[in-house]
């Protein structure tokens, strides 16, 4: 569940997610909110968030109705609305094919589907670089040949 | 397998070509120090992870589908160019794949235009074209395979970008700006084009 921000003088405590042994939490359609949530169980976002999202070790699914304008750390997150920030997950992030993100990744592992509407810079796990099979000569010079036979498959 | 969707025929149509310009452009990338690689898209889950699992950082900006949706709100391109909105010489390499094919000669101008300010001296540009007889109405996005560069196709059938066709003249016209370092004729009619920036 979600409390409601407690303004302290200068200082706004964030929003916290307690921890339940329901279901993920829920920001509805109706719902927006500004500021910083930080919790310990899945959120789901239909609504409207702008600010942080911090979640250890859980999952965020920003909705297809979820309109999101804010920094994201989670162990993963998945999003099928509009997102605009920055996400650190800890393991995967998954975009659908019905969102609409603008912002940096960070993630051990990723997948997008066909579709969606991305503009970001991605940061994944590096690998050593692929072992490539040399050419055989330098191709530093203009150079027009015929190569890149394409093989049929089916038949 | 690659997919077969959008009207291509496993029976008729090349399912994969190997694709030595890709290899290249990638063995050259990777000399680079913390090389950093703007795709345009169209958006391919496999190309973002291989890619950027090979550079510093992997920026994905899909002009496909900005176009795509800019055409069909305003029937023109005047402001789609927005979107790359990256400072001046910020990549070692730009994958164009064969966007170029699917605008108009002034578009085209615009896009070379932009993609020449935003590539470091001596930054890379990879170009497909299908020619004049070459290519599908449908747009594919260009799959990277395997280590071996083996390239296929996956339609794209929520874009609806027409296919311009063009000869090698008008092609090698158009990329004046740049240093054509190879180019390579497939089997199936594509052009593949490795540029670098002077």
Known sequence: ?155 | MPSAAGGVSLASAPAYHISTILRLFIERLLRRQDPKLLDVGPICAENINLLARQTARLYVCDMFIRIDRERERTGALRSVWRHLDYPDKSFDGILLWDLLDRLDDSDVASLLERCHSILKQGGMLVVFFFGEQGGQESVNSFIIEDEGYRVSTRAQAHLKLPLRRRNARDILDMLSSFRLVKSVICGNGLREFLLQRM
């Open chain 1, 1 to 155: 569940m979600l409390k409601k921000t407690k303004n302290t003088g200068s200082t706004v405590e964030p929003f916290t997610v307690a921890s339940s042994s329901g279901g993920p939490t829920m920001v509805g359609q109706q719902i927006a909110i500004e500021g910083k949530i930080k919790g310990t169980e899945d959120l789901v976002i239909e609504g409207s968030v702008r600010g942080s999202i911090e979640l250890e070790g859980q999952h965020l699914t920003v909705g297809p109705k979820g309109q999101v304008e804010a920094d994201i750390l989670a162990d993963s997150v998945t999003i099928s609305g509009r997102l605009v920030g920055n996400i650190t997950a800890i393991d995967k992030v998954t975009i659908t094919k019905d969102a609409d993100f603008n912002g940096e990744i960070k993630a051990r592992r990723f997948s997008v589907e066909d579709g969606a509407m991305l503009k970001a810079v991605i940061e994944l796990e590096r690998e050593s670089p692929i072992k490539a099979v040399p050419l055989g000569k330098e191709a530093d010079e203009e150079e027009d040949e015929k190569g890149g036979t394409p093989v049929t498959l089916g038949q």
